[in-house]
């Protein structure tokens, strides 16, 4: 990297944690959380191309009411694989393992995460699982749906079942040690001054994620591992052919499943706090309210997995008290929506590409929210349940909050990750294009849904033929939208704008390190003397960044003069 | 970076060696918690099906052996005991004395496993491995003494059952002497004394956490239902 | 098919959709009113601080106890009447009629089979009358279906090893769809069939028309006997070494560890496939288990006989023994805790 040539730039600023060390080595053994971070970028990128594959796939065959386009056999491994890769490949990790490693321990002032090495570890445990299920895949797929209910997956499946469980079982791990590492992290290694209420929203959001993960995790892992023995081995306890209970799956498996929307929509959460409170230069309306609501999200999202066996015989007093604590799960992500929007009024807002994404968060977040409170409610989950409503639904969780989320975090970072800039204008227009595509894609599947139209299904009745063109021609749309912020980041990545250390001049500690940091993130160890997204004021400035002309430092002096 | 005289087992992101044994501690606690979550799920289907199956489980839990389980509990409740007086040794810098307890412990551990192994030789050797976990050698409950009203197929359950936790403990076994092996290497190299023995207290940690686990799989798989045996 | 004058609804003709499709709209305008309420607020805070000059800064804002607490409350009040509503609908339905006719119904992949109790067979369709409550018992021969019918808004799993029930009462003659919702495989798709509602005069002609196969409680005496039922509890349910089981379906059983039950399908296919589990009260342990030994089909036929029964009940004193007739009192020994 060569230095810009208007700026005089402290020498030890220059060396950063991308041209610390140059070759393969220093990147597939290093220990540093950032480059981590970017290992993760790139995998689970890849990742998300191949299940974005998969979803075209199934778009395509459902333009028409016919199965013409794939096999039934086919159809079922396409949408089995896109769920599996989608959900453990990309959206667990997606925030926490790439945003959450390169800022954890930026946002509050450490070095490092706490276990550097456990931390290179969990990447490589995830690529192995990773290559397992891809081998799976390749060697034939697996057509279990991404649920693997027994006894389907057990007993009556011909595909690679035991190769794509074992591909989950193992990048579980990775996530296990993603948490534990944050955990540990954010309660010990917090700077001077670093209180728990000065802590950014993000790190809330990630510390509620890593106990989701924690606790939820290991249930699935085992619980995958006896599905994988039972069909191995022809013994166990979900196949009633063998006396066992193929519901105990069903509540073992939405146990973690159910959480696991929190895994990934909690850090997408964390990543709308930061970019509404910087992007309108406000402190966050009702700090506290915001960060205890990730934590009763995370909590209360283990007592509600029950709603998921409404249809599934199981009791009726059992379903009205799952029911009960839905509705109530409800509530915390109700108070995020409306502290956000109430930290907009008399902020001054910018309209940059991330702000853009976060607003579109927040909009499409209420409607993933709302129509959960309909798979909630008993009486209308019975008619919509495993039908293009819960598709739907789940979708706007997934892609409306969750990804909108990452990749807003994603632009917002970027100048502090690549040290450079996105091109603003392609921001700008990608962000239009990916809402308007995904509206398009599955507003539609809700009515779909509400009429009847299963889910799973490779032909369906011509009656839904309309909605589910609609969806198609959003889905193009929305794939287009979201190949271009691939393009335009790769490319900024040589040819961008160099950033500046604090480009958005913003008071968080990330901001207040070299664009891009070093590998030590901070040269010397930051005190705490302010309050979270407490904005200077004029005079103080300079001090942040760069706000008069002339006075742009790369390497921005820590704490307030 | 500027260490001012620092400890050399401090790590470079760490301030001091508190904070680096705190993060420690904390860590290896977080990962029990997943632990315990871990081994739930198969607590959660035991409990279950020895509701649902009371005199299929009966039947199959007195095949067991009472005499080497029972020697097996005492075997690891010792090995407890001795890691904790490693642990204690090292904090108080006695260096033989962790030595000597931590070897003795490896070897309890390696007892454990010892007689575990006989007890799996002889439920192989009974046809009573579950499903088709050994190609060519069914499960066959014939040699178990069925209760009144027990099902083969529950009793083959709980075989499975039985394998499961009791296997997946002893892989924790395997890991836990492993453990305790390195930092067996390294306390006979002098490395752990009163201001640094963070190691050995969390392998106890987690040697403490197996054998808990034990605790509990020992009554439930062994002696719950001895009274209906005649 | 025609739709209903409301865009977006499918086609309603069971009791119970309306109440739902009720709720849906609720909920709809809840979701759309505070969807635009929060979209509004956001357009309108966007526009009107827009910021207007690079370094302005504005003034902080710690936050209002008074709005979190107006927020949290009655968006709090809104999904409890949600939850009220829904699981009132729910509740309500959870529990079949005792009049209504009862209808056993066997996924397996990829067909729906269908036995009225009159001993109709059909695959793939469902012939019901009007206005009359029909009560679906389910099971599955492989792996788990989903047998769901839009028009009424009802669907439940079908679960192999277990015996699922739900309940609808047509109001509507015309064809609807059936679906399987439950991904099974292969051809999860093509295991839908119709549901064919008709006028009740019609149905009975419909019925009458295919009236040539056994019933499923015929069928369900011949196993009793094949299976060597009979010979502990009595050719005619009256019990013996065995409990009685004339007049049992639907009865409160008393059992050895003190508990109480009503006995149901489930229980009963229970007691036949893992007879240990729940013990009546007074009888040893002896009867073995017919696990894997009978269909799904075969269970739902003898489960037909044993309910049928019910009719046998007191004033019938053909059975050997009398004092055989009330469920859980034995034969050979006593039962001093019962009644």
């Known amino acids: 990297m060569k230095a810009p040539e208007t700026f005089e730039i402290p020498a030890a600023a220059r060396v950063n944690y991308i041209n610390a060390q140059y070759g393969l080595k220093s990147w597939l053994l290093t220990k540093d959380h950032k480059r981590i971070a970017l290992l993760y970028l790139g995998s689970i990128t890849f990742f998300f191309f191949i299940g974005g594959l998969y979803a075209m796939m199934i778009r395509l065959e459902l333009l028409t009411p016919q199965g013409d386009f794939l096999s039934s056999t086919t159809y079922n491994k396409v949408f089995t694989q896109h769920g599996i890769i989608m959900v453990f490949f990309f959206l667990i990790p997606s925030i926490p393992a790439t945003l959450g490693n390169f800022l954890v321990p930026m946002m509050i002032g450490a070095k490092d995460l706490a276990f550097p090495r456990i931390n290179l570890l969990s990447w490589y445990i995830y690529l192995l699982g990773g290559v397992i299920t891809i081998y799976a895949l390749l060697a034939g797929g697996v057509d279990t749906g991404w649920t693997f209910y027994a006894p389907y997956s057990t007993t009556f499946s011909n595909s690679y079942v035991i190769a794509a469980g074992l591909g989950i079982?193992?990048?579980?791990?990775?996530?296990?040690?993603?948490?534990?590492?944050?955990?540990?992290?954010?309660?010990?290694?917090?700077?001077?001054?670093?209180?728990?209420?000065?802590?950014?929203?993000?790190?809330?959001?990630?510390?509620?994620?890593?106990?989701?993960?924690?606790?939820?995790?290991?249930?699935?892992?085992?619980?995958?591992?006896?599905?994988?023995?039972?069909?191995?081995?022809?013994?166990?306890?979900?196949?009633?052919?063998?006396?066992?209970?193929?519901?105990?799956?069903?509540?073992?498996?939405?146990?973690?499943?159910?959480?696991?929307?929190?895994?990934?929509?909690?850090?997408?959460?964390?990543?709308?706090?930061?970019?509404?409170?910087?992007?309108?230069?406000?402190n966050i309306f009702g700090y506290k309210f915001v960060a205890f609501s990730s934590l009763a999200i995370a909590v209360f999202g283990f007592l509600v997995w029950g709603h998921h066996l409404f249809v599934a015989s199981q009791s009726v007093y059992a379903g009205m008290i799952f029911s009960f604590l839905s509705f109530a799960v409800a509530i915390p992500s109700a108070i995020k929506v409306f502290n956000w929007t109430a930290t907009l009024y008399k902020g001054s807002i910018s309209f940059d590409t991330p702000m853009l994404y976060a607003l579109g968060f927040i909009g499409l977040f209420t409607i993933g929210g709302m129509t959960g409170l309909f798979l909630a409610s008993l009486a209308i989950d019975v008619h919509v349940s495993d039908t293009y409503f819960v598709v739907a639904h789940f979708h706007y969780i997934m892609v409306g909050g969750a990804l909108l989320g990452y990749l807003g975090g994603l632009h917002y970072w970027w100048p502090k990750i690549s040290g450079r800039m996105y091109p603003e204008g392609w921001g700008r227009f990608s962000a239009l294009v990916v809402f308007v595509g995904f509206n398009l894609t599955f507003l539609p599947q809700f009515v779909a849904g509400y009429l009847g139209m299963p889910r799973r299904y490779h032909a369906y009745p011509p009656e839904f033929q309309v909605f589910n063109v609609l969806s198609s021609a959003g889905a193009s749309i929305l794939g287009v939208g979201l190949l271009i912020p691939l393009i335009y980041l790769v490319w900024s990545m040589r040819y961008g704008k160099r950033a500046e250390a604090n480009p958005w001049h913003l008071p968080g500690l990330e901001w207040r390190t070299a664009s891009p940091p070093p590998t030590e993130n901070f040269l010397i160890t930051p005190v705490v003397t302010w309050e979270a997204y407490e904005f200077a004021p004029p005079e103080e400035m300079q001090v942040i960044g760069k706000f008069r002309e002339g006075t742009d430092l790369d390497a921005p002096i820590i704490g307030k003069s | 970076m500027e260490h001012k005289a620092s400890h050399p087992a401090l790590q470079h992101h760490f301030e001091n060696l508190e904070q680096q044994r705190e993060a420690g501690t904390l860590g290896m606690w977080v990962f029990l918690v997943t632990e315990i979550m871990f081994f739930g799920g198969m607590f959660l289907a035991y409990t279950l099906y020895r509701t649902k199956y009371p005199q299929a489980f009966a039947s199959a839990s007195n095949h067991l052996s009472l005499p080497l389980g029972t020697i097996n509990t005492g075997v690891l409740i010792l090995s407890s005991f001795t890691m904790a007086l490693a642990v204690y040794s090292a904090q108080t810098g006695k260096r033989r004395g962790q030595i000597v307890c931590l070897a003795l412990t490896l070897l309890l551990g390696l007892t454990f496993l010892g007689i575990k192994a006989i007890e799996y030789h002889d439920k192989y050797v009974d046809h009573l491995i579950p499903g088709r976990l050994i190609p060519g050698r069914p499960f066959d409950a014939s040699g178990v003494h069925l209760l009144p009203g027990a099902a083969k197929q529950n009793v083959e359950m709980f075989y499975w059952i039985y394998f499961a936790m009791t296997g997946m403990h002893a892989v924790h076994m395997i890991i836990g002497v492993g453990l305790l092996s390195v930092i067996l290497y390294f306390a006979a190299r002098g490395r752990y004394g009163p201001e640094y023995h963070n190691p050995v207290e969390i392998s106890g940690l987690y040697w403490h956490f197996v054998d808990i686990i034990w605790i509990f799989l020992f009554p439930l798989l062994y002696l719950l239902g001895r009274h209906l045996e005649h | 098919m025609q739709t209903s004058w409301i865009p977006f609804i499918p086609q309603s003709a069971s009791t119970v959709s309306g109440r739902v499709d009720a709720l849906y709209f609720y909920l709809c305008g809840v979701t759309v009113f505070f969807t635009l309420l929060i979209s509004g607020v956001l357009i309108f805070f966007v526009v009107k601080y827009r910021r207007r000059s690079p370094f302005e800064i504005p003034r902080p804002i710690a936050g209002s106890h008074k709005l979190e607490t107006i927020w949290s409350v009655i968006p709090f009040l809104i999904a409890m009447s949600m939850f009220a509503w829904g699981a009132q609908i729910y509740f309500q339905n959870s529990r079949p009629p005792k009049n209504a006719a009862e209808i056993y119904v066997v996924g397996k992949q990829w067909m729906w089979k269908i036995q009225h109790s009159t001993g109709q067979r059909e695959i793939n369709e469902l012939h019901v009358p009007v206005g009359r409550k029909i009560k679906l018992i389910m099971t599955s021969e492989d792996t788990i279906h989903d047998f769901y019918i839009p028009a009424f808004r009802i669907k439940e799993d079908v679960i192999p090893g277990r015996y699922t029930t739900q309940w609808f009462e047509a109001t509507q003659p015309g064809t609807y769809h059936l679906f399987c919702a439950e991904y099974c495989g292969m051809n999860h798709s093509g295991m839908i069939g119709s549901v064919i509602v008709m006028q009740p005069t019609e149905f009975d002609n419909w019925l009458s028309g295919n009236s040539s196969q056994q019933s499923p409680a015929v069928a369900g005496q011949q196993l009793f006997q094949s299976l060597g039922c009979v010979s502990c509890h009595g050719a005619n349910g009256e019990g013996g070494r065995g409990p009685a089981l004339a007049g049992l379906f639907g009865r409160q059983v008393f059992l050895t560890n003190g508990q109480t039950l009503i006995a149901d399908e489930g229980y009963i296919r229970e007691s036949i496939e893992n007879p240990q589990a729940k013990l009546v009260s007074g009888f040893g342990p002896i009867m073995p288990t017919f696990q894997g030994q009978v269909s799904p089909e075969q269970l739902i036929e003898i489960m037909a006989f044993i309910k049928s029964l019910q009719i046998t009940n007191p004033q019938q004193t053909t059975a050997p023994n009398p004092k055989a007739q009330t469920p859980a009192a034995p034969s050979a020994t006593p039962a001093p805790n019962k009644q």
């Open chain 1, 169 to 282: 079982f193992i990048s579980g791990f990775s996530s296990i040690l993603t948490g534990l590492n944050f955990i540990v992290t954010i309660h010990t290694m917090r700077a001077p001054g670093m209180t728990w209420f000065r802590l950014p929203l993000f790190i809330w959001a990630h510390y509620a994620t890593s106990l989701v993960m924690i606790l939820g995790t290991p249930v699935i892992a085992i619980t995958i591992l006896l599905l994988a023995f039972e069909r191995l081995a022809h013994v166990g306890i979900f196949d009633p052919a063998v006396g066992g209970d193929p519901v105990l799956f069903q509540h073992l498996f939405w146990f973690y499943s159910h959480p696991a929307v929190y895994i990934m929509v909690l850090p997408s959460m964390g990543v709308v706090s930061e970019l509404i409170a910087n992007f309108s230069r406000k």
